[in-house]
């Protein structure tokens, strides 16, 4: 089974996220990670080991879905959430229509930025600086104040926003 560090390690890449819905992702809670020689790789939860490998009626019905077969490693399920959620909020969020104030606003999406060894970081080859997901408020004001480069997608709105952040004055 994967665990954090594991997962981290993984570069998700954006094909194979195009290749499984995000409502299968979150259905059948599996993450495409890569396409290897026209074949698939998930990584599954660890809830759904069991009908994996108990009931071939699940397992067919997950392959239906995604219209191929498929490899797949094993990870926790709620550890594997919390990246189906990060992969599918970051991969292709838009730059437009934030309310945030730029030093440098990125032109690129985060799918363009070259993975690292962690999920939430990306490399920019264009500024030469890792970009951050943010997940929350508190990380985005924090990574703002270390003057990183940020992406956060506002979850009700889906509207996402990658660059350096003015600095934020102490209160």
Known sequence: MLDRTQLDAFAVCPPALELVS?????EYR???VSIVDGILHLVVASSNV?????D??????????LGRSFTFDIAPHVELTSYIDLHYM????????????????????WADLMPTGGSAVRYCNE???????????EELML?????????????????GSMGLLM???DS
């Open 22 to 26: 995000e409502a299968i992702a979150r």
């Open 56 to 65: 071939a009626t699940e397992f067919k019905r997950l392959q239906a879905a």
């Open 127 to 137: 500024c030469e600086k890792n970009v951050y997901f943010c997940r929350s408020t």
């Open 50 to 54: 069991d009908f994996v490998s108990v």
């Open 30 to 32: 599996v993450l495409p």
């Open 143 to 159: 990574r703002s104040t270390q003057n990183q480069c940020v992406a956060f997608c506002d979850a009700d709105t889906q509207v």
């Open 167 to 169: 600095e934020i004055p």
């Open 90 to 109: 970051a991969a292709y969020s838009e730059i437009r229509n934030c309310d945030m104030e730029f030093q440098i606003r990125c032109p690129k999406k």
